[in-house]
Each structure stands twice: as C-alpha cells, then as structure tokens.
Nanobody
Framework: QVQLVESGGGLVQAGGSLRLSCAAS????????MGWFRQAPGKEREFVAA???????NYADSVKGRFFISRDNAKRTAYLQMNSLKPEDTAVYYC?????????????????WGQGTQVTVSS
C-alpha cells in the first residue's frame, strides 16, 4: 500500500512557475513508476509526465520543454517543475504510482493516487 500526498499548487500568472511535490509513504519508491496527471473542469484526467525508478521519463506533448519531472528516492518524493505556465494548464494535478518499469500514460494503469492539488494560471 502506498499513500501519496501532493503539495505546491496555487495561483500563478501566465508565464510563471510552480513546483509540485508528491510525498509517498508506506513503502520505498524502488520499483515504482511515479506519474503526474491533471484534470480540468469538464474534462477527462490526462497524462502529464512519468518517471521510472531508473529515471526514464515520458512527457505529454503539451508540456514538453516546459514541465520537468524528477524524483528523490531517499526522500520518497517526486516533483513536477512547471515553467512557462499557460491558462490551459489550469487543473487539479494528481500524483500516481504503479509497479514496474513501463512508462504508462493511461490513468487506469496506475494503482495509487493522491488527493490532488489545484493549479490555477491566470491570463
């Protein structure tokens, strides 16, 4: 069992930056893929980024070059650095995890989820 808690969301102007954190408890991050998803009002949850325990990374096309995912296994924490934010990045951001080494992009392929943190980007 893994518990995930996100933090770092907030209100930022377009062009600004935020760093989200996802703190895990219940087990180490070894062998886990850490993923970030987001869900805007009226839209389906969508993949943002994922990182394996050996630091292979995948990004959604919409965030490539602006968002950067990382992890600190010793701290049991994953991060999402978000730069050059746009109003269309406004959403609730969720941290999720799954066993293994495959960089899956479908929400249903992740087993454990955090409660989410709101990111609002004003124009």
């Amino acid at each position: 069992q893994v518990q995930l808690v996100e933090s770092g969301g907030g209100l930022v102007q377009a062009g600004g930056s935020l760093r989200l954190s996802c703190a895990a408890s219940g087990r180490t991050l070894s062998g886990l893929v850490m993923g970030w998803f987001r869900q805007a009002p009226g839209k389906e949850r969508e993949f943002v980024a994922a990182i394996t325990s050996d630091n292979r990374i995948n990004y959604a096309d919409s965030v490539k070059g602006r968002f950067f995912i990382s992890r600190d296994n010793a701290k049991r924490t994953a991060y999402l650095q978000m730069n050059s934010l746009k109003p269309e990045d406004t959403a609730v951001y969720y941290c999720a995890t799954r066993e293994g080494l495959l960089l899956k992009t479908m929400a249903e392929e992740y087993n454990y989820w955090g409660q989410g943190t709101q990111v609002t980007v004003s124009s």
